[in-house]
């Protein structure tokens, strides 16, 4: 790549003297290098611009690094061009809200380091960074047995609506799985959710199973409430309130119904 084209336009005059035009090259740079959005938003533009246009077609090719995986997190076209005569284009970065949690956000970077059809164009800021921010809030039931074999418990994990607390809105009940996991994304509604812990199966006559319930938000941060299932406490139990009041935006409240908690909803089906 050239930094600059001499173009010698030269006349020659009855005195003997040459003129010579220099034309400075023009410099490619995204519009920003630092960007942010949820991954619900969808679709982020992205632009890149000459400071002058040029004669022909300018392809962009890029490479992509960062903690986010193409296909899985985002997407993006395979190629890129600023038509002859322009002096930017416009691009859409995709953002996939896949309902799967993660402690942190994740980063996509588009570096453009090649180009195609002028050689009169140098590179200048062409590394932009997007950072994909997470939206969603994990629940997590696990539990520990004191005195039976653990492959006998089982407990199970519900979210119930407020507005409707006679029936489950989501349910984690696999009798493999410890934990039993619920997210809550931006697909749910604004509203306050119970996240109840309930006793499947197991005797806890001698034994006892102590359990614990984790809310992961989407800044990283996590709140935990604890009990325990004995032989004289069995019944579900509300351990936490979730209000959900825009997209990303999750509190949480410990024992929304005291320590002890209430029975919410419908007895457990079996199995």
Same mark, same amino acid.
């Given at each position: 790549m050239?930094t &600059?084209?001499n173009l010698?336009?030269?006349?020659?005059?009855?005195v003997?003297? $040459?003129?010579c035009?220099?034309i400075?090259?023009?410099?490619?740079?995204?519009?920003?290098?630092?960007?942010?959005?949820?991954?619900?938003?969808g679709?982020?533009?992205?632009?890149?611009?000459?400071?002058?246009?040029?004669?022909a077609?300018?392809?962009?090719?890029y490479?992509?690094?960062?903690?986010a995986?193409?296909?899985?997190?985002?997407?993006?076209?395979?190629?890129?061009?600023?038509?002859?005569?322009s002096?930017?284009?416009?691009?859409?970065?995709?953002?996939?809200?896949?309902?799967v949690?993660?402690?942190?956000?994740?980063?996509?970077?588009?570096?453009?380091?090649g180009?195609?059809g002028?050689?009169?164009?140098?590179?200048?800021?062409t590394?932009?960074?997007?950072?994909? &921010?997470?939206?969603?809030?994990?629940?997590?039931?696990?539990?520990?047995v004191?005195?039976?074999?653990?492959?006998?418990?089982?407990?199970?994990?519900?979210?119930?609506?407020?507005?409707?607390?006679?029936?489950?809105?989501?349910?984690?009940?696999s009798?493999?799985?410890?934990?039993?996991?619920?997210?809550?994304?931006q697909?749910?509604?604004n509203?306050?959710?119970?996240?109840?812990?309930?006793?499947?199966?197991?005797?806890?006559?001698?034994?006892?199973?102590?359990?614990?319930?984790?809310?992961?938000?989407?800044?990283?941060?996590?709140?935990?409430?604890?009990?325990?299932y004995n032989?004289?406490?069995?019944?579900?139990?509300?351990?936490?309130?979730?209000?959900?009041?825009?997209?990303g935006?999750?509190?949480?409240? $410990?024992?929304?119904?005291g320590?002890?908690g209430?029975?919410?909803?419908?007895p457990? $089906? $079996?199995?």
């Amino acid at each position: 790549m050239k930094t &600059m084209i001499n173009l010698c336009l030269c006349a020659t005059f009855l005195v003997g003297i $040459a003129s010579c035009t220099n034309i400075e090259p023009s410099v490619l740079n995204f519009n920003e290098t630092l960007a942010s959005g949820l991954e619900s938003q969808g679709v982020y533009t992205v632009t890149i611009s000459l400071d002058k246009s040029v004669s022909a077609d300018v392809d962009l090719s890029y490479t992509l690094s960062g903690t986010a995986e193409q296909y899985v997190d985002y997407d993006l076209p395979s190629s890129i061009r600023i038509p002859a005569g322009s002096t930017s284009t416009s691009f859409d970065l995709t953002l996939y809200d896949n309902y799967v949690y993660s402690a942190e956000d994740k980063t996509v970077i588009i570096d453009v380091n090649g180009l195609t059809g002028s050689d009169n164009v140098n590179f200048g800021s062409t590394k932009f960074t997007f950072t994909i &921010m997470e939206n969603d809030v994990e629940i997590a039931l696990g539990w520990t047995v004191n005195g039976g074999n653990a492959a006998d418990y089982d407990l199970d994990l519900y979210v119930y609506r407020s507005d409707d607390l006679s029936s489950f809105y989501k349910s984690s009940s696999s009798f493999t799985d410890n934990p039993e996991v619920i997210v809550l994304g931006q697909d749910e509604i604004n509203e306050t959710y119970y996240a109840v812990a309930k006793f499947y199966s197991g005797d806890v006559t001698s034994a006892t199973v102590n359990y614990t319930m984790t809310i992961k938000y989407p800044d990283g941060t996590t709140s935990s409430n604890a009990d325990v299932y004995n032989a004289n406490k069995t019944s579900p139990r509300s351990l936490f309130e979730v209000v959900k009041s825009g997209d990303g935006d999750f509190t949480a409240t $410990a024992d929304p119904f005291g320590p002890d908690g209430i029975q919410i909803g419908e007895p457990v $089906a $079996a199995k």
